[in-house]
């Protein structure tokens, strides 16, 4: 079977960053306000008063300090609360390919590819700006690659997912060099009037270039040992917004946000993580003194803990398991590639590893990955 490398990465960051403090300061004048606006209803016990968030509150439940977004105006102001950005027209790229766009040429400048090079570009995030045309063919035709393209979309896991396809479409024969990019613009679909999500998510979008070991000449690249992939349904991680909302009279005012039950999310998923990264390691005779390093879904602190636990059956040191939530947030499916971009060198060529990726469905995308010598 033909080996398979990630040869290249890459990672785009928005300029503007926010804090903890800016956010607690701009949601709890937005409690102030609410409260102090339905004071009425709130002592007849008609509604429930707010409460107010906390830096220490959001550092202890997540690890998260701040976050980086595309577009900050507005989302600090407590009488709007999301990102304000002006509607691009459809002679201009929209901001999840511009955000590709960026992380590519990293990872292709990292790989030694150019664009003649890529015959397939794979788009994977947990929310696409439209269903149609395909980001990834806009992405294409903006790179001025040939070949084909296409958008998928596995919530959290859809990197860790859209790289398995990229070693099975050239395993296949169908592709040759794999671009997948995973442009997280999150920031709109976070509901900053809620205590326990305002602060979750950031946008990023990092890029890996996947071809055959046979032709990477790329300094650092990482051998695909084996890949396991596993969904099983639940409810606690949703989004509902769609196509058919205009059709209904009336729509829930949550519909379009990010909502989970976090606790149930924590004892269901994670047993199920820890399982499918022990079978893969198992399947490729890897054990857990092998591994070097651990490039986790960035979601929670205290779940990647866990996790990593789980795999060495010990507390993992900080460079075994890099956490880059407390900058970034949790980005959905560029967190675990955001580690591995920063946190890939200092390794020797035969070190094992493993990049995983999990969330909503439920879903878990796990790689083990060695590092190649040339």
């Known amino acids: ?21 800016e956010l607690v300061a701009s949601f709890n004048q937005y409690v102030d306000n609410f ?11 008609e509604l429930e008063a707010l409460g107010h968030s906390s830096c220490e509150f959001i550092e202890k439940a997540s690890g998260i300090k701040s976050r980086h977004v595309l577009y900050k105006d507005g989302i600090l102001d407590p009488a709007v609360m999301h990102p304000v950005f002006p509607r691009r027209g459809e002679d201009e ?3 999840m390919v511009e955000m590709a766009l960026i992380a590519a040429k990293e990872a292709m400048a990292e790989a030694g590819k150019t664009a003649a090079d890529i015959d397939l570009i794979i788009c994977a995030a947990s929310n696409m700006q ?8 806009e992405l294409q035709q903006q790179l001025g690659a040939a070949g084909y393209a296409f958008d998928m979309n596995v919530a959290c896991s859809s990197a860790t997912f859209a790289i398995s396809n990229a070693v099975n479409a050239i395993r296949g024969g169908t592709a040759k060099v794999v671009l997948v990019v995973n442009p997280e613009f999150a920031s709109p679909q976070v509901n900053y009037r809620s205590r326990d999500s305002h602060f979750i998510f950031g946008d990023v979008c990092t890029a890996t270039i996947i071809e055959a070991e046979d032709t990477c000449r790329s300094p650092l690249a990482f051998r695909i040992l084996g890949m396991r992939l596993k969904t099983e349904f639940s409810n606690n991680i949703r989004c509902d917004i769609g196509y058919t909302e205009h059709c209904f009279e009336t729509s829930e005012p949550e519909i379009a946000f990010f909502r989970q039950q976090g ?6 998923l994670l047993p199920l993580v820890a399982d499918v990264i022990a079978t893969e390691m198992a399947a490729q005779q890897v054990t857990p003194d092998q591994l070097k390093r651990l490039w986790l879904h960035q979601a929670n602190i205290n779940m990647n803990i866990f996790a990593a636990k789980k795999i060495l059956g010990r507390d993992p ?3 075994e398991a890099p956490l880059v939530l407390d900058r970034y947030a949790n980005t959905a499916s560029a967190g675990s590639i955001i580690a591995f971009h920063q946190h890939k060198t200092g390794l020797q060529a035969g070190d094992k590893a493993i990049l995983c990726s999990f969330g909503a469905g439920y879903s878990i995308g796990c790689l083990v990955l060695e590092q190649a010598s040339f």
Request: aromatic fraction near 6%; glycine fraction near 6%; hydrophobic fraction near 35%.
């Open 130 to 137: 439209r269903p149609y045309p395909a980001l990834s063919v």
């Open 263 to 268: 606790r149930k999310v924590f004892k269901e």
């Open 1 to 21: 079977m033909k080996n398979v490398v990630i040869s290249g990465s890459g990672v785009f960051t928005p300029a503007d960053s926010i804090s903890n403090e």
């Open 317 to 319: 040191l900080p460079e």
């Open 93 to 95: 790229i929209p901001e």
């Open 35 to 45: 409260n102090q606006q339905h004071a009425a209803e709130i002592e007849r016990g």
